[in-house]
């Protein structure tokens, strides 16, 4: 064992530290088919009005209102995507059909339930106003409005929206391409029966759904043994194609710590020690080529916490996301929230609706193994560093990862 050299950096200039060290990545044009979960990397601008017509919003009888109600002369019908053909005359109906153009001349339309309807006639009430029942030009959105801001992800109404003004491709920014590898001579994987003093890959799984969850495309490069050369050749063959590299493990200061040393002699580190709890270990780096290194610390709990912490705002300022970090919600302290002496802590909640409060209450034991303690969490609680802790009964931010059902 040998002490660390790293100072400790504390744990919200760490996480200053990386994302000022994060590249946004270029963008590129996309159809819309390849669009859902991409963010828009240039404000998304209506080239057109819509509707582009004067559309029906129902099924009825398209009028001059001038005319008043009684009995008129039906000299035709406009269905959605068949116009009416040329200007109605005076004292005439169209019947007309949801989404169909409303005819030159015409000002109303009268719907199919309020009138009487023969073969070529319809009587209509009285007192017939213009402007009913059909959606003007312009009326859903204008030329030039902004569809989509740019740096927010295009989901379903977003990419409706653009499809339906005609545009059929967009800027996105790139995804980010990650190689993921666990570090570990103890390392087995799933499905396989440990021998003695092994353990089963479990990080790789774990941070393969958290990469993916944040917008990366996830090359898996398995285990590396914990010895330099093979740990070396697998890693520098890895970054060849991809924008960063996750590793789990090897990281803190025993003799089989592999991975400082090894990022040192291919880029610089920058954090190699931070006061946060868990996840002391965690180490960053960048290398050649503009590409971001990040050590988790083996234990499980620990990979996913600097995970959280770390990388995935990282991941997401890569993707261009306005907003990098998760929303925080002020929730009611169910329990004393003991704090570490020189750490910040990020304590896993459950979070539950009592009155008008959300109530934060601990997953239970916060060991940095036991992995329960983050699954069915709703919400980190960050507890700053110092003999204080946060009193029960006290209202903080809380940083939601679910909300409760
Ligand atoms: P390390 O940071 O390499 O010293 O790892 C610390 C501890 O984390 C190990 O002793 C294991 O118990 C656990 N660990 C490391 N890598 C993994 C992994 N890929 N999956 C599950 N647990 C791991
Ligand atoms: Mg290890």
């Not at 040998?2 to 760490?14: F, G, M, N, Q």
């Not at 819509?50 to 008129?72: E, H, K, M, N």
């Not at 306005?322 to 925080?328: D, G």
Request: proline content about 8%.
């Amino acid at each position: 064992m040998r002490a660390s050299t790293y100072p400790l950096v504390d744990a919200a200039e760490a996480a200053e530290l990386v994302l000022a060290r994060t590249p946004v990545l270029p963008a590129e044009t996309l159809h819309l088919a390849d669009c859902p979960g991409r963010v828009a990397a240039e404000d998304v601008v209506a080239p057109v009005d819509l509707p582009a017509f004067a559309a029906s919003a129902v099924d009825g009888y398209a009028i001059r209102s001038a005319d008043g109600g009684g009995r008129l002369h039906v000299v035709g019908e406009s269905a959605a995507g068949r116009p009416f053909t040329g200007e109605l005359p005076a004292g005439t109906a169209a019947r007309i059909l949801t989404g169909g153009v409303l005819p030159a001349g015409a000002d109303t339309v009268v719907m199919v339930e309020d009138v009487e309807q023969g073969p070529d006639w319809v009587v209509v009430p009285e007192g017939q106003q213009a402007g009913r029942n059909f959606h003007r030009p312009g009326d859903d959105l204008r030329r030039g409005d902004v569809l989509v801001r740019r740096g927010h992800a295009l989901g379903a109404a977003e990419l409706g929206l653009a499809a339906a003004v005609g545009l059929a491709t967009l800027p996105v920014h790139r995804r980010p391409r990650v190689a993921l590898m666990s570090t570990g001579d103890e390392l087995v994987e799933v499905g396989r029966t440990p021998g003695p003093g092994q353990i089963t890959d479990s990080n790789r799984w774990a941070l393969l759904a958290a990469l993916r969850e944040a917008g990366a495309e996830v090359t898996l490069l398995g285990v590396a043994p914990d010895q330099p050369e093979p740990l070396r050749a697998l890693v520098v063959d890895a970054l060849e194609g991809h924008d960063a590299l996750v590793t789990s493990g090897g990281v803190s200061v025993g003799t089989h710590d592999l991975v400082k040393p090894l990022l040192e002699s291919l880029g610089e580190v920058h954090l190699g020690r931070v006061r946060l709890r868990p996840g002391k270990p965690f180490t960053f780096a960048t290398l050649p080529g503009g590409r971001l290194a990040f050590g988790l610390p083996g234990f499980p709990v620990s990979s996913l916490v600097t995970f959280e912490v770390f990388v995935r705002p990282a991941l997401r300022r890569m993707q261009g996301c306005a907003a990098v970090q998760r929303p925080t919600l002020p929730v009611r302290l169910g329990y004393e929230a003991r704090s570490s002496v020189d750490r910040t802590e990020y304590q896993r909640v459950t979070l539950t609706r009592e009155g008008g409060d959300l109530v934060a209450r601990s997953t239970g034991s916060q060991s940095s193994s036991r992995l329960l303690s983050l699954a069915g969490a709703h919400a980190l609680v960050r507890v700053p560093p110092g003999d204080g802790g946060l009193a029960a009964g006290s209202v903080v931010d809380a940083i939601v990862l679910a909300l409760p059902d």
